[in-house]
Nanobody
Framework: QEQLVESGGGLVQPGGSLRLTCAAS????????MSWYRQAPGKQRELVAQ???????NYADSVKGRFTISRDNAKSTVNLQMNSLKLEDTAVYYC???????????????WGQGTQVTVSS
């Protein structure tokens, strides 16, 4: 059974940095896109950043220039480096991966359990 496990959340002051990591495990033939989403209290879940297996990344306008998404295909991991954090970045951050397994199957969406990021002075 495929599983996504996030780590790296916590409490940080405005202007600080955090690094989130998500590791995919289980029976995985291939991983298509990997993404980070977030959901603040009372708000809908929103896409923060997305990275395909190869090629260019995609960021929400609110995090461009501050967040960087990267992935290690050999380790099936995706990272989110968050710099210059703002109060409005406070949310639960979720990892998402689009996975194909077995090789003849269709792509499926998988989610991590979420990790809390709190930006507060």
């Amino acid at each position: 059974q495929e599983q996504l496990v996030e780590s790296g959340g916590g409490l940080v002051q405005p202007g600080g940095s955090l690094r989130l990591t998500c590791a995919a495990s289980g029976s995985i033939f291939s991983i298509n896109s990997m993404s980070w989403y977030r959901q603040a209290p009372g708000k809908q879940r929103e896409l923060v950043a997305q990275i395909p297996p190869e090629g260019s990344t995609n960021y929400a306008d609110s995090v461009k220039g501050r967040f960087t998404i990267s992935r290690d295909n050999a380790k099936s991991t995706v990272n989110l480096q968050m710099n210059s954090l703002k109060l409005e970045d406070t949310a639960v951050y979720y990892c998402n991966a689009v996975i194909r397994d077995p090789p003849w199957s269709s792509l499926r969406n998988y989610w991590g359990q979420g990790t809390q990021v709190t930006v507060s002075s």
